[in-house]
């Protein structure tokens, strides 16, 4: 079955390793991570019941504002599970808005939603 890492967004500093990131149509990730088991690290609750919405299924992390860490190799990490792709579901807001300085996304200022689907990238092996 397999376990898709799912968040509203990646923390810059936890990119140790070369990636790719590629924007993905709403329906094609649904279309990936169908039957999979979903590991969540959601930390905006103000927009989890919309984003679950979008998705197709509850988006709700197991924990409040779980929090990843690296492996030793430099892949993400929750709870003890490697992951060497990640799904980001992001809103849309109107155009030209930035909520202020420590406010929440209200759920009228989102539009729609994108998705970003992050591969980490194998180390390449040196030749002796």
């Known amino acids: 079955m397999g376990s898709v890492l799912i968040g509203n967004t990646f923390p810059l500093t936890l990119m140790r390793r070369s990636l790719t990131v590629e924007v993905v149509p709403l329906e094609e990730f649904r279309r990936a991570v169908a039957g999979k088991r979903i590991v969540s690290f959601w930390g905006h609750p103000n927009t989890l019941h919309a984003a679950s919405t979008a998705a197709g299924f509850d988006l709700t992390p197991r924990e409040e504002r779980p929090v990843l860490t690296l492996s030793p190799e430099a892949f993400p990490m929750l709870d ?35 998705c970003l689907r992050l591969v980490w990238k194998e180390l390449k092996r040196r030749k002796a």
């Open 80 to 114: 003890g599970e490697v992951f060497r792709e990640c799904w980001i579901i992001s809103p849309d807001s109107r155009r030209n808005f930035r909520p202020s300085p420590n406010n929440e996304l209200k759920l009228d200022d989102i539009q729609s939603w994108q």
